[in-house]
């Protein structure tokens, strides 16, 4: 096997509410190859986003070790956790979650301001990015005048601009209808074909499996069988 | 795309509501400016340089009457050249009931002070010699239409006559005007003899006066004068207060009330509302948008940077509209300044600017300071799943 991305090991999550203790994830073990394209499936509250936020580094866990790509970014502090996400990996929403007051464009941009490069080498980046996601001739669009699959485009874009070896992304079909989530879909799968993305999504979609790689079932907080 | 232009489009988001905000700063920092340069007017001390005349009121207030009889010693003093004194009559305009600023005087000794006066030597003459003889500035005549030679009713609101009547009836016997653009803005006063109205007044009233105007000889030391004068009158019955014309005209605005409480008074009302309406817009504009926010940080941006983009947001709204209104102030100072013939100078000095940057910084902590906490302290799991 080639060597790993995203390696989870004995994780658990424990969320308090109020005086509560909520047990999402009980010593869960997960090795995932560079260049993979892993869909994430299970019941509604069976921890999948939980296990994705702490994939993508948005959360820490409880107790276990996260490496992605070699770093250990369960012990890293939320400063150093942040550098490390605007480097490392791109999320992707279910509600697309673009800056609405921003352009395409600017929407792609957003994350290229936390690095050095010039305004005419973030330009050329977003060009790249929107050029990938076929939305190039949508870069001046605000996202409440474009379809809901052309947002989750740029978002996707945005996600990219950065060129993260790792993609995460939480139901990007959830809101989207049968053609246009087979759109997104297609184009993930590109990434992963011809960009060499190492790519995590949760899903409800029986039909994201047909384009992942393997599919993990993800019930009660534990994996299930890992299907070829 | 630069993060000042995320801050503004941010800004922007809703853009009435943000006009709307942005004006309410606008008016107060154009309220501030305007009062804290009266302010300053009414705090600045005594200033002698280059003083011509020097007005002697009594101590307690310009109110309160002094004798003619000090004339002669005041004229001894060295260095003053001539005395005149003026007394307020309280006249009214019966048809329209407008108060008139008129005063009873001495013609002679009047016009010996004010060389800046112009009108022709007969009606000077005439003045003088008609007991009855009123003259008024140029724009009170225009205003009114009065012609020299006809008769003026006006009724006094202090003083009537022996027979009873508030109704007096004077002579118009001359019209002056101001030698520069400056005092011919000021001819809107009014003015009668002193020995007329010593006679025909219902008390009796002889020889008062509220204030004398001395004119000093070129190079006079007017502080060193107006020392001697107070001086001269300490401990007698009618002690006295010795300034400058524009010193005079500023004390003359002080009896109103303590001006600078009154200032400080109404930009506390002002300041306070303004932060409930710009903090409640920038909690708003938070709250509404935590999602986005918890996908800055999701991108990378620290929670530092978060804060920051929301204080910077307040900052703008604030900068933007305090400038703006503080101009304004500037201008309508200017204004001010041009319509009273410099009488007051109503100008923004560095002190105000100073302090309205200071306000403006203030204001933005004080407005986005919560709001920026919160969203620094926003957990990004918590917020993305709109908990
Ligand atoms: N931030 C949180 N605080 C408290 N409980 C949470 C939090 N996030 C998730 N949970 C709980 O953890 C469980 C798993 O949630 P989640 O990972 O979102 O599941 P899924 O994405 O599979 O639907 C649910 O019971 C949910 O209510
Ligand atoms: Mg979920």
């Known amino acids: 096997m080639s060597e790993p991305m995203v390696q ?11 005086k509560q203790q909520v047990e999402v994830l009980h010593g869960l073990t997960l090795d995932i190859p560079k260049g993979d394209f892993v869909a994430l499936m299970g019941p509604s509250g069976s921890g999948k986003t939980t296990l994705l936020n702490l994939i993508g580094g948005l959360d820490k866990p409880t107790s276990g070790e996260i490496t992605v790509g070699g770093n250990r970014i369960d012990q890293l502090g939320s400063g150093a956790l942040a550098r490390w996400r605007a480097h490392n990996v791109g999320f992707v929403f279910q509600f697309y979650n673009l800056m609405p007051v921003l352009s395409a464009e600017a929407n792609v941009e957003l994350p290229l301001l936390l690095t050095k490069l010039s305004a005419a080498q973030r330009r050329k980046n977003v060009a790249v990015a929107l050029e990938v996601v076929g939305l190039a001739d949508r870069a001046k669009h605000k996202p409440r005048e474009l379809s809901g699959g052309q947002e989750q485009r740029v978002a996707i874009a945005r996600a990219l601009v950065s060129d993260p070896q790792l993609l995460v992304c939480d139901e990007p079909t959830g809101d989207l209808d049968r053609k246009t989530a087979d759109e997104i879909l297609g184009l993930l799968q590109v990434l992963n074909k011809e960009h060499g993305k190492t790519i995590v999504i949760v899903t409800h979609d029986p039909k994201a499996a047909e384009f992942a790689q393997r599919t993990l079932h993800l019930e009660k907080g534990q994996l299930l069988e890992q299907a070829a | 795309m630069t993060r000042t232009g995320f801050v503004i489009a941010n800004l922007f988001r809703k853009r009435v509501r943000t006009i709307l905000t942005l004006l309410s700063v606008i008016m107060a920092f154009l309220l501030f400016g305007l009062l804290q340069s009266v302010n300053s007017v009414f705090s600045s001390g005594a200033d002698f340089v280059g003083a011509t005349r020097l007005f002697v009121q009594a101590r307690v207030s310009f109110t309160t009457a002094l004798p003619v009889s000090m004339v002669p010693k005041l004229e001894a003093i060295p260095g003053v050249v001539r005395v005149a004194y ?18 009873t005087l001495d013609p002679q000794r009047y016009h010996d002070v004010y060389p800046e006066w112009k009108m022709p030597e007969d009606q000077w003459q005439a003045f003088e010699h008609t007991r009855t003889g009123l003259i008024v500035g140029r724009q009170l005549a225009q205003q009114y239409g009065w012609k020299v030679g006809q008769k003026v009713p006006i009724s006094s609101n202090i003083w009537p006559q022996k027979n009873g009547s ?12 101001g030698k520069d653009a400056d005092w011919q803005k000021r001819t809107n006063l009014a003015f009668i003899q002193q020995d007329y109205f010593d006679e025909a007044n219902q008390f009796g009233i002889k020889g008062r006066t509220n204030f004398f105007i001395l004119k000093l000889a070129p190079g006079a030391n007017a502080e060193a004068i107006s020392k001697t004068v107070d001086a001269m009158f300490e401990n007698s019955p009618d002690e006295t207060k010795t300034q400058t014309e524009k010193d005079f005209n500023i004390s003359f605005v002080k009896q109103i009330g303590d001006i600078g409480l009154i200032v400080r008074w109404i930009l506390f009302a002002v300041f306070f509302t303004l932060l409930l309406v710009v903090g409640n817009t920038m909690a708003q504009s938070v709250r509404e948008r935590i999602p986005e926010l918890a996908v800055l940080k999701t991108l990378g941006f620290s929670d530092g940077s978060v804060l920051g983009f929301v204080l910077a947001e307040a900052f703008a709204l604030v900068l933007l509209g305090g400038l703006v209104g503080l101009t304004l102030a500037s201008i309508a100072g200017a204004m001010v300044e041009k319509q009273t013939g410099g009488q007051f100078l109503l100008e923004l000095d560095r002190g105000v600017w ?17 709001p920026a906490l919160r969203a620094r302290r926003l957990k990004i799991v918590d ?3 709109g908990r």
């Open chain 1, 8 to 18: 989870v090991h004995n994780v658990t999550k424990v969320y308090e509410r109020g």
């Open chain 2, 86 to 103: 003026q007394q307020w009559f309280g006249g009214v305009w019966l048809p329209t009931n407008t108060p008139l600023i008129m005063f």
């Open chain 2, 354 to 370: 100073l302090l309205g940057v200071a306000a403006i910084v203030l204001m933005s902590l004080a407005v986005g300071g919560l």
């Open chain 2, 383 to 385: 917020a993305l799943a």
């Open chain 2, 166 to 177: 508030k109704a007096w009836q004077f002579d118009l016997v001359g019209i002056f005007d």
